[in-house]
């Protein structure tokens, strides 16, 4: 019985996720991909994209204090991000992306800080619903004494 409940809080989670765009399809497709020789395959692919994307996210929000980085390196590191964020379907962080960018490629430096502000506060909400998520379907996915 308790299964069948998290079961349903794993699916109410999941789908919370969709309706508030914070997923898009290509995490459908990445689960797609899960079988019984790779259950966690989604979850494995989201450890290394959080850890790759937290430390360009850190060089980002590191170089807008020094000011010692170029604008193109600053939009190649964002799009770095965005490629690896678009591929793994982080929807409402990869729009935080693509606004920042527009704002680079205007010039706007306060306006790029503001967005790399906004993009650090999407990619912790990301986190912080996924993480939870992962750890309720691995702790669903272990076997159950009787």
């Keep these: 019985m308790e299964s069948k409940h998290v079961n349903q809080q794993i699916a109410a989670m999941r789908q919370s996720f969709f309706d508030e765009e914070v997923l898009?399809?290509?995490f459908s497709q990445l689960e797609q991909?899960?079988?019984?020789?790779?259950p966690?395959?989604?979850?494995?692919?989201?450890t290394m994209y959080f850890r790759d994307s937290t430390t360009l996210?850190?060089?980002?929000?590191?170089?807008m204090k020094t000011i010692s980085i170029t604008l193109a390196k600053m939009d190649k590191i964002l799009h770095q991000l965005k490629g690896s964020?678009?591929?793994?379907?982080a929807n409402k962080f990869l729009n935080e992306i693509n606004k920042t960018r527009q704002v680079l490629?205007?010039?706007?430096?306060?306006?790029?800080?503001?967005?790399?502000?906004?993009?650090?506060?999407?990619?912790?909400?990301?986190?912080?619903?996924l993480e939870p998520y992962f750890q309720l379907k691995q702790a669903n996915s272990v076997p159950q004494e009787k």
């Design 24 to 26: 898009d399809e290509f």
């Design 33 to 38: 991909l899960e079988d019984q020789n790779n």
């Design 40 to 46: 966690n395959f989604v979850e494995e692919v989201f």
């Design 57 to 63: 996210l850190e060089t980002v929000e590191q170089a």
């Design 85 to 89: 964020s678009a591929s793994v379907g």
């Design 105 to 129: 490629e205007k010039g706007n430096l306060e306006g790029t800080k503001a967005g790399i502000w906004e993009m650090r506060k999407e990619y912790d909400s990301l986190k912080a619903k």
